[in-house]
């Protein structure tokens, strides 16, 4: 019978995406089936998975489920499964998986600057073949599969495949109505009344948006106030380098202004300078900020931990958001048991799991719609597939170049503490992407 060893207990529901392409993800919610057999060495008995899911997570909890569908299908396996955190995967991989230490499948961030960059560098699986004989290919939606996809530059959307998603993800406004019902404050359905709506809760003493600038939360609300501004066009010239991206244009310097304002009126505490995204989550559970801007990944935690009334919705005033298709799993070169590896990457992808992962409070990519029965659930889905049909979405600030993300961490530390000015801000910005920006 196999066994689950969790070899730590932090939990991290708090992550971060890097890397696709300007595709919409519609289409996400996808028929789903699995089969086919997989390559690779090792014993055949022994599985291990690394991912950075909590467990009371809807990816955490559909993939525990997985675990259990994966015992049941191989008896005498044992899978060892430590639970990383995000930061600690994301600084740490080359080295691990360049050595023989390497798990034998990991949950890791698509994009340029992650799995793009391992897949050129040789650390990770051609999993082409694979996922034409298991048919992940056709599970899959195009827009979906994009970021599955790396050419030998690292740059995704063509070429051969190095990851699979198995859920979608966007971000949102989470409201606290309890506290809109309290202090008297209309909850905002506009970009006018969100601000009326701070401006009210900053008057009576309570700062209005749980925020932490030692991780993505901070650059993420500068990064939806420049898509706030921005179109398409701008999209594809920032993330997939289809034109010149000026960091003192009109988007990107509303951005870098308004923050730095929101900081200076107490919308956002300095105090969250040093913070990281599980702080700020807490924080909103318990009740002390009204408003929290982050993603569909927060979604089930939220609904099984914050005891208050709450809502959910997308930024108002704006054709474009952050998201894509979810993190990938991807198969280690030096992997021993990439059998079963392939064989983990189905289940998560059966109907099962895929149902389970959406009635938990997932966004699944091969599920069927009309088993996600739980109300909530379905407003998220709804919403993604809003997103979706609008062409709205559009990936994450760190996604284009390799080490952007510490540089907007950093950045935007300083734009918190007034230790930079937002023209500062926006001449390192365009520094350190110019320096990264490939050869095209």
């Given at each position: 019978m196999l066994t689950v060893r969790r070899r730590t207990a932090r939990r991290r529901t708090a992550r971060r995406a890097t890397a696709c392409t300007a595709v919409a993800l519609s289409g996400a919610l996808l028929l789903g089936g699995c089969g086919g057999s997989g390559s690779g060495s090792g014993d055949a008995h022994t599985l291990r998975l690394w991912h950075?899911?909590?467990?009371?997570?809807?990816?955490g909890v559909a993939w525990n489920a997985a675990i259990k569908e994966f015992e049941a299908q191989h008896p005498g396996v044992k899978v060892e499964f430590e639970e990383k955190g995000f930061e600690q995967i994301q600084k740490t991989a080359p080295m691990v998986l360049n050595s023989s230490d390497a798990p034998d499948l990991m949950e890791y961030n698509k994009g340029n600057a992650t799995t793009g960059q391992l897949s050129e560098q040789g650390l990770l699986t051609d999993l082409t073949a694979e996922a034409g004989r298991r048919g992940w290919d056709k599970k899959l939606s195009a827009a979906v599969r994009t970021t599955s996809r790396y050419d030998t530059n690292g740059v995704m959307g063509s070429g051969n495949w190095y990851g699979v998603p198995d859920y979608a993800e966007y971000t949102m406004v989470f409201y606290n109505k309890d506290l809109f019902t309290k202090y008297q404050v209309a909850q905002p359905t506009s970009f006018a009344e969100l601000t009326a709506a701070m401006d009210a809760f900053t008057r009576k003493g309570i700062t209005p948006l749980a925020n932490a600038g030692a991780e993505y939360m901070a650059q993420q609300y500068l990064y939806q106030l420049a898509l706030s501004k921005a179109d398409r066009s701008w999209v594809d010239a920032y993330q997939l380098y289809r034109g010149k991206t000026d960091f003192h244009d009109a988007a990107w310097t509303y951005a870098a202004r308004t923050f730095a304002d929101w900081?200076?009126?107490?919308?956002?505490?300095?105090?969250?300078?040093?913070?990281?995204?599980?702080?700020?989550?807490?924080?909103?559970?318990?009740?002390?900020?009204?408003?929290?801007?982050?993603?569909s990944w927060w979604y089930g935690r939220f609904r099984s931990e914050a005891n208050f009334a709450w809502d959910s919705g997308l930024w108002p005033g704006s054709k474009l958001t952050l998201g894509s298709g979810g993190n990938l799993w991807v198969v280690p070169k030096n992997a021993r048991n990439k059998q079963l590896a392939y064989d983990f990457i189905d289940i998560t992808l059966s109907k099962k799991i895929q149902n389970l992962l959406g009635n938990q409070g997932g966004i699944p990519v091969a599920a069927d719609p009309s088993a996600i029965t739980d109300p909530r659930s379905q407003l998220l889905i709804d919403n993604f597939r809003t997103l979706s049909a609008r062409d709205g979405l559009a990936f994450y600030p760190d996604w284009p170049v390799n080490g952007f993300y510490d540089v907007l961490v950093s950045e935007t530390q300083k734009l918190m503490t007034g230790g930079a000015t937002p023209d500062a801000y926006l001449d390192a910005l365009q520094q350190a992407y110019d320096k990264g920006v490939p050869q095209r």
């Open positions: 950075y899911e909590g467990p009371d997570s809807a990816m900081v200076k009126k107490g919308y956002l505490s300095r105090k969250t300078t040093s913070a990281k995204a599980e702080d700020a989550g807490v924080s909103w559970i318990q009740g002390k900020a009204p408003i929290l801007f982050s993603g």
